[in-house]
T-cell receptor, first 113, second 113 residues
Framework: GNSVTQMEGPVTLSEEAFLTINCTYT??????LFWYVQYPGEGLQLLLK?????DKGSNKGFEATYRKETTSFHLEKGSVQVSDSAVYFC????????????FGKGTLLTVNP | DAGVTQSPTHLIKTRGQHVTLRCSPI?????VSWYQQVLGQGPQFIFQ???????GRGNFPDRFSARQFPNYSSELNVNALLLGDSALYLC????????????FGSGTRLTVV
């Protein structure tokens, strides 16, 4: 089955700082890759996705590129805001006959004013 | 349009009891998946249903069961509750099996005492 490793949190940044959250995965076949975000007390929201190698997903200033050669999908944002404070999950989906999302432990991001 | 709706939002049960959680997918979505999120961890896959058939089952005991109805809504049932079943149960819907990602509900917070 698939597995994912995310950088350990928590990550604490000042507003307007640059953000990188590392994600690497193992999978059978060629999965789609997703980043989900979870705000306190809420469910998960799809942040961005990439379905094949070298695709770049982007949304709300966040970006991630599907790197097949390094099996990575690192999340970046050039200038974070306080409202970006949340838990971020990287999740591969599919590949082979696997139709589920596989989540890691998530990375807690706190942005201070 | 309504998103994924789950009920109830919170409930408290006693060890050994049975619980039923409900989920209504986004209109037009034919797949429903269930995930369990223990505090501080990433969600773990429990079941996926597509067109009323089970398409995937995670590593959970037989005390966990689910079904999907003709209107694509779904129920998750858990028998003989244990303290360790205390978690946030998330329902996610998608058009098909999930290639384009899932939309998650806000979850049901189950506490077993």
């Amino acid at each position: 089955g698939n597995s994912v490793t995310q950088m350990e949190g928590p990550v604490t940044l000042s507003e307007e700082a640059f953000l990188t959250i590392n994600c690497t995965y193992t999978a059978t076949g060629y999965p789609s890759l997703f980043w989900y975000v979870q705000y306190p007390g809420e469910g998960l929201q799809l942040l961005l996705k990439a379905t094949k190698a070298d695709d770049k997903g982007s949304n709300k200033g966040f970006e991630a590129t599907y790197r097949k050669e390094t099996t990575s999908f690192h999340l970046e944002k050039g200038s974070v805001q306080v409202s970006d404070s949340a838990v971020y999950f990287c999740a591969p989906w599919g590949g082979g006959s696997n139709y589920k999302l596989t989540f890691g432990k998530g990375t807690l991001l706190t942005v201070n004013p | 349009d309504a998103g994924v709706t789950q009920s109830p939002t919170h409930l408290i049960k006693t060890r050994g009891q049975h619980v039923t959680l409900r989920c209504s997918p986004i209109s037009g979505h034919k797949s429903v998946s269930w995930y369990q999120q223990v505090l501080g961890q990433g969600p773990q896959f429990i079941f996926q249903y597509y067109e009323k058939e089970e398409r995937g089952r995670g590593n959970f005991p037989d005390r966990f069961s689910a079904r999907q109805f003709p209107n694509y809504s779904s129920e998750l049932n858990v028998n003989a509750l244990l303290l360790g079943d205390s978690a946030l149960y998330l329902c996610a819907s998608s058009l098909a099996l999930g290639t384009d990602g899932y939309t998650f509900g806000s979850g049901t917070r189950l506490t077993v005492v």
